[in-house]
């Protein structure tokens, strides 16, 4: 199994960012999908997840500026940054999940860097 992430960088205050996580040996759709962000120094926390059924779920302080979508053709899941704030410097990592049969995933995470 093999998450790769890509699309972080320097981003400006304000600015937009696209995150993609393409997904090899697993199908996307059968697992909740999720974004994760890491801190040095911190806890990883979860940004937003995508369930197998579609459904969406954001940590409160990013509702309203991230979305996170999935391309089930495409297999990859993506995570649209906007109005970006230097608070949003951090490891993003794709996690794939599915529960019931304790899988985890993870990817080998991005840096996105806000700054002006």
């Known amino acids: 199994v093999q998450l790769v992430e ?42 937003a997840v995508v369930s197998s059924g579609g459904r969406t779920s954001y940590a409160e302080s990013e509702k309203g500026r991230f979305t996170i979508s999935r391309d089930d053709a495409k297999n990859t899941v993506y995570l649209q940054m906007n109005d970006l704030k230097p608070e949003d410097t ?25 700054s002006s």
């Open 90 to 114: 951090n490891v993003y990592y794709c996690n794939a999940a599915r529960v019931m049969y304790s899988l985890s995933y993870w990817g080998q995470g991005t840096q996105v860097t806000v």
């Open 6 to 47: 890509s699309g972080g960088g320097l981003g400006t205050p304000g600015g937009s960012l696209r995150l993609s996580c393409a997904a090899s040996g697993i199908i996307v759709s059968d697992y909740f999908m999720g974004w994760y962000r890491q801190a040095l120094g911190n806890q990883r926390e979860l940004v």
